[in-house]
Structures are given as structure tokens and as C-alpha cells.
């Protein structure tokens, strides 16, 4: 009984190893300004804050920046195999397959999380909208035993970095099916 090895075809190697180096440039140094931007905005706004008042949500939203750093890092192995695609020793289809299958879930998983944050994100803004309907920006003193509702630019940057984490990890989830996509099409199956 033989078994099923799959191989390139050789003349769509290039192909993949340039995608490979394309979308892993693109993906790292898109990301890469990403995070930069969100670590600023997050650390200006513990530096407003000093540390105190930062709510629940914020340290979600910084502490949601690890996967997308572990994705940027990733971003480097698609670079690393489009250069092994390019030499004389070509990485096995199934070993490029599982790296790219990973880049894609941990963009997914990245996806989830700030999907998550930004409704935590919103839900807190409107709340904090609903419960001072007639004022904007304008900070509700606490009364009694109510608790001070306010809206601040804080907020807004909050929400900000996460947008920018979701984008960037949307941009790696479509790469990864990009390639994926590539490297189906350019691997046969031999009996």
C-alpha cells in the first residue's frame, strides 16, 4: 500500500515564495506601525491616568496587544519561508500549510478578542450616553450612592487602539487565506 505525498509543482514555487515574501512584509510592517500607535495612545493614557482610574476595559484593550505581537513575530516566518522557497531546499507543503494555518487562527483569535473589547468598549460608552442623555462630553458628578458617569477623549482612544488591533489582525487573517489559497493550488498529490 503506497502512501499520498504531496509536492510542489515546480513552476508555481516562485509564485508562492514571492506571496510568502509579499504578504509577510506587508503584514509585519503594517501591524508593526499598528501596535506602535496603540502602545502610544495606551501609554498616554496611563500617563493621564497615572496608573489609577484606568477601567477594566483599557487594561483589556492593552493587554490584548500581546497576541498581535505574537502575530506581527509570525509575519516574520512567512518571510523565512518565502526566502527557504526560494533557495535550493524547499520546505515541505505541509510544514508552510500548518505555518500559515497558524498565522490564520491566531488572527482569528485576534479578531474574537477585540470583537469583544470594542462591544465591552461601546457597551460602557453608552451606558455612560444613556445615563446623561442630555450632555455630551460633560461629566456627571457622583451623587449620593450613584457613581460619576463621564465621557472622555480617554475613551476615545481606548476605542481607537481598539480598532487599529482589529484591523491589523483582519489584515493577517487575510493574508493567511491568501496564502493558503496559493499554496493549494500549487501542490499535487503523487500515489
Not at 489609577?52 to 498581535?68: F, R
Not at 470594542?118 to 461629566?139: D, E, K, R, W, Y
Not at 476615545?156 to 496559493?182: C, D, G
Request: aromatic share 8%; with cysteine; hydrophobic share 55%.
Amino acid at each position: 500500500m503506497s502512501k499520498s505525498v504531496t509536492s510542489w509543482v515546480d513552476e508555481r514555487t516562485s509564485g508562492i515564495s514571492t506571496a510568502l515574501l509579499r504578504f509577510g512584509h506587508l503584514g509585519f510592517w503594517v501591524q508593526l506601525v499598528f501596535l506602535i500607535i496603540a502602545t502610544l495612545l495606551g501609554g498616554y493614557v496611563l500617563r493621564i491616568l497615572g496608573g489609577g482610574g484606568v477601567g477594566v476595559g483599557n487594561m483589556l484593550a492593552m493587554a490584548g496587544l500581546l497576541l498581535p505581537v505574537f502575530t506581527t513575530l509570525w509575519c516574520r516566518v512567512y518571510i523565512n519561508l518565502g526566502r527557504a522557497m526560494a533557495g535550493p531546499s524547499k520546505p515541505s507543503p505541509a510544514r508552510v500549510r500548518s505555518r500559515v494555518w497558524i498565522g490564520f487562527w491566531a488572527g482569528i483569535l485576534g479578531v474574537c478578542l477585540s470583537m469583544v473589547s470594542l462591544f465591552g468598549a461601546a457597551s460602557a460608552l453608552l451606558v455612560t450616553m444613556l445615563a446623561n442623555p442630555q450632555v455630551g462630553i460633560q461629566v456627571s458628578p457622583a451623587t449620593g450612592s450613584a457613581a460619576a458617569y463621564s465621557v472622555s477623549a480617554i475613551d476615545a482612544v481606548s476605542i481607537m487602539a481598539l480598532l487599529l488591533t482589529q484591523t491589523s489582525e483582519l489584515l493577517v487573517a487575510a493574508i493567511s487565506l491568501r496564502l493558503v489559497f496559493l499554496i493549494a493550488k500549487s501542490t499535487e498529490m503523487k500515489a
